[in-house]
């Protein structure tokens, strides 16, 4: 479109849109509808997942779910007291399934899978996962491989990564 004439003044640009803390994750592929609740850092120097199975973590450093750079989310496989976690299926999700992140001011964004990786403990791209520029993506973040009895954990993590899904 042609420039305004100089003496009148340009439109004003469209207001970013606010995004918000998330509140609600649902992965309508695996029937996930679960709370967020924000976490950061525990004393181990790993980032925090909350105690209850049932709700995901947002990690509260970086950046919200449609920000740019990497949104992280993060949950439980399980618990030998709670049971199944709300992110145990997330390595069943294959490109192109959605996953929606709901916000504290009722607005709801929906992202597209584009990739599922796994990694042992040791070898995590943590720099990727959580880099805070680039495009925006929102990566669910749980733990994946065998179960290690001598230190009451798994051995990998897997990551599901997905971007905003088209308009």
């Avoid at 709370?35 to 509260?60: C, F, L, N, S």
């Avoid at 779910?65 to 949104?71: D, E, H, L, Q, W």
């Amino acid at each position: 479109p042609a420039a305004p004439p100089a003496d009148q003044p340009a439109p004003a640009a469209a207001p970013d849109p606010v995004i918000a803390d998330p509140t609600r994750l649902q992965i309508p592929a695996l029937a996930v509808d679960a709370p967020v609740e924000p976490v950061g850092v525990a004393d181990d120097g790993e980032i925090e997942v909350p105690g209850d199975v049932a709700t995901v973590g947002w990690y509260r450093f970086g950046p919200v779910p449609g920000a740019a750079g990497s949104s992280v989310l993060v949950g439980h496989v399980d618990d030998y007291r709670q049971g199944v976690g709300v992110l145990a299926r997330i390595g069943d999700l294959e490109p192109g399934d959605t996953v929606e992140v709901a916000d504290s001011e009722g607005a709801v964004r929906s992202f597209t899978v584009i990739a599922r990786e796994q990694w042992s403990k040791t070898e995590i791209p943590l720099d990727r996962l959580f880099d805070r520029g680039g495009e925006p993506r929102l990566v669910l973040l749980t733990c994946g491989g065998a179960f290690d009895d001598s230190r009451l954990g798994y051995t990998d993590n897997i990551a599901v990564t997905a971007i905003p899904s088209p308009s």
